[in-house]
């Protein structure tokens, strides 16, 4: 859970700074006309603009990915922690034993119960969940 947390943040930390690196550019180019010009580089060598944009568009969807991927695992993760909480407030199910995985939705729980009231406890649980499209249910009766 922690890895995935510490994952998220340096994702969003590079996404910040791909962002805060292309608007610089794109307010610094205001006052420009938009015309073709003689653009130069910093060694002095001719830059082929249209190629340039190009490779800034790529970028530029790579990090709209990059951040779609970050919103879908913040929402498995907040599903998660919801569930994770409920368990916990829950005194028919002891929740340190069960373990709450979530990918695009789906929820699986792994882990021990003491009974088959449990059991269906914490599936309950999961699936009146908000968001949880379906629950996989591998918990074992100790």
Do not use: H, P, W
Not at 19 to 33: H, K, L, P, Q, V
Not at 116 to 132: F, M, N, P, S
Request: aromatic letters at 4%; hydrophobic letters at 50%; proline letters at 0%.
């Amino acid at each position: 859970m922690i890895r995935a947390l510490l994952r998220v943040v340096l994702v969003l930390i590079i996404v910040a700074a791909v962002a805060a690196f292309f608007f610089g550019y794109r307010f610094a180019d205001r006052g420009s006309s938009g015309a073709s010009e003689d653009v130069r580089g910093t060694s002095g060598a001719q830059v082929d603009v249209g190629s340039a944009r190009d490779a800034g568009a790529k970028v530029g969807e790579k990090v709209a990915e990059g951040a779609n991927q970050i919103q879908c695992g913040a929402a498995d993760a907040a599903l998660t922690a919801k569930i994770k909480s409920m368990m916990a407030l829950d005194d028919t199910i002891e929740a340190r034993n069960i373990d709450v995985d979530t990918m695009n939705g789906v929820v699986t729980l792994s882990g021990f119960v003491r009974d088959a009231q449990g059991r269906d406890r914490a599936l309950q649980l999961a699936r009146e969940t908000d968001g949880v499209m379906s629950v996989v249910d591998r918990l074992t009766i100790r």
